[in-house]
């Protein structure tokens, strides 16, 4: 069972969009959920090495490699950009991704981002390519 410690701070790092994919996966596996809150929220996310904005994009990064992870790419975006990362800083990453992972994925995700940015006014709905200063 996880500590009130652990599901507060998970809330406060990943907000409702985090809690929405941990609630989906409750009637399935309440252990799985569990580990979420502490391994995640517990321990890792805890850890002050890295910066939330670092190891956002360290995530971004790994889930974009990975390919197929749509839904969790759109949480950490939004983790990101509240973390203080740019639209630019997210968009170099995504385009390191396609060096290292693959184009094809890179593009899945700088779509997957592409919609976030609209959403949260970073970018107008229809524009390609951000400017140097978002």
């Given at each position: 069972m996880p500590t009130e410690e652990h599901v507060q701070r998970f809330r406060e790092i990943f907000g409702e969009a985090g809690e929405a994919v941990l609630e989906r996966v409750r009637p399935l596996?309440?252990?799985?959920?569990?580990?979420?809150?502490?391994?995640?929220?517990?321990?890792?996310?805890?850890?002050?090495?890295?910066?939330?904005?670092?190891?956002?994009?360290?995530?971004?990064?790994?889930?974009?490699?990975?390919?197929g992870m749509g839904e969790q790419l759109a949480v950490h975006l939004h983790v990101a950009l509240d973390n203080g990362a740019t639209v630019a800083e997210i968009v170099a990453t995504l385009e390191t991704v396609g060096a290292y992972a693959g184009v094809p994925r890179a593009l899945n995700a700088m779509f997957t981002a592409a919609e976030i940015f609209?959403?949260?006014?970073?970018?107008?709905?229809?524009?390609?390519?951000?400017?140097?200063d978002m």
């Open positions: 596996s309440p252990r799985l959920r569990e580990h979420v809150y502490d391994y995640i929220a517990g321990d890792l996310y805890a850890d002050p090495t890295l910066s939330g904005r670092t190891r956002e994009l360290v995530v971004i990064a790994t889930l974009a490699a990975q390919g609209v959403r949260r006014g970073h970018i107008p709905a229809g524009q390609a390519e951000p400017t140097a």
